[in-house]
C-alpha cells in the first residue's frame, strides 16, 4: 500500500523568511500525482499546488514551489516570503492515476513568527 | 470557496443515534468522495462515488453508508454512533481521470459531529 511520510510534526519561521516542508512517500506506481493541501484554524482543506509525476518541471504557484524527486519519492513545498496567513497545518497527499482515492501524510504544522 | 457544499457545518448527537450529512459537489464533477478527520486517525478515505455508483470503498465502517443521488448530490448516513465518531467528516468533489485537471480533489468546509 501507498504510504506518504511527513517527518517534521511541527515548523517555524519568520514572516518574510523562505521555509521547507518534507514529504516522501512509498510507491511502485509511475504514474501518480501529488498534493500539498493546507488546514488553517477554520479546518478548511485547502489546495495548495499539485504536481503530476510524468512532468519532470517543479509545480509552482505564487509563493509556493516544489521540488520533486521522483526517483528518491520526496516532494517538498518550499514558502517563500512567509506572510502571518500562511500559518496552518499542511498535509503532504499521494494519488495513484485510475485510484481516486488521495493517502495523506499526518501533517506539519507551520507557525509564523512575526 | 471550493464550491463543494457540505451541510450541516456542526452538529450533537448522542451515543445509539443517527445522523445523515449532505453534500454538493462542484458544478460539473461527477466523482464525490468522502473523508474522516479524527486526532488519532488522521485523514482517512472513506468512500467514493461517480455519477451515482459507488467507485472506491476506503476505511468506511459497517454503521456507515453513502449515496449519490441523481442530482450528484452525496449523503453519507451515520447510525448507531459511538463515542468515537465524533470527528470532521469531509466531502469532496473531481472531475473524474481528467489528466488536464489532474484528478485535482475540492474539499467541502466539512461537517463537525459530535457524539456525546
Known amino acids: 500500500a501507498q504510504t506518504v511520510t511527513q517527518s517534521q510534526p511541527e515548523m517555524s519561521v519568520q514572516e518574510a523568511e523562505t521555509v521547507t516542508l518534507s514529504c516522501t512517500y512509498d510507491t511502485s506506481e509511475s504514474d501518480y500525482y501529488l498534493f500539498w493541501y493546507k488546514q488553517p484554524p477554520s479546518r478548511q482543506m485547502i489546495l495548495v499546488i499539485r504536481q503530476e509525476a510524468y512532468k519532470q518541471q517543479n509545480a509552482t504557484e505564487n509563493r509556493f514551489s516544489v521540488n520533486f524527486q521522483k526517483a528518491a519519492k520526496s516532494f517538498s513545498l518550499k514558502i517563500s516570503d512567509s506572510q502571518l496567513g500562511d500559518a496552518a497545518m499542511y498535509f503532504c497527499?499521494?494519488?495513484?492515476?485510475?485510484?481516486?482515492?488521495?493517502?495523506f501524510g499526518q501533517g506539519t504544522r507551520l507557525t509564523i513568527n512575526p | 470557496d471550493s464550491g463543494v457544499t457540505q451541510t450541516p457545518k456542526h452538529l450533537i448527537t448522542a451515543t445509539g443515534q443517527r445522523v445523515t450529512l449532505r453534500c454538493s459537489p462542484r458544478s460539473g464533477d461527477l466523482s464525490v468522495y468522502w473523508y474522516q478527520q479524527s486526532l488519532d486517525q488522521g485523514l482517512q478515505f472513506l468512500i467514493q462515488?461517480?455519477?451515482?455508483?459507488?467507485?472506491a470503498k476506503g476505511n468506511i465502517l459497517e454503521r456507515f453508508s453513502a449515496q449519490q443521488f441523481p442530482d450528484l448530490h452525496s449523503e453519507l448516513n451515520l447510525s448507531s454512533l459511538e463515542l468515537g465518531d465524533s470527528a470532521l467528516y469531509f466531502c469532496?468533489?473531481?472531475?473524474?481521470?481528467?489528466?488536464?485537471?489532474?484528478?485535482?480533489?475540492?474539499f467541502g468546509e466539512g461537517s463537525w459531529l459530535t457524539v456525546v
Open positions: 469532496a468533489s473531481s472531475v473524474h481521470l481528467d489528466r488536464v485537471y489532474g484528478n485535482t480533489i475540492y
Open positions: 462515488y461517480y455519477n451515482g455508483e459507488e467507485r
Open positions: 497527499a499521494y494519488m495513484e492515476w485510475g485510484a481516486q482515492k488521495l493517502v
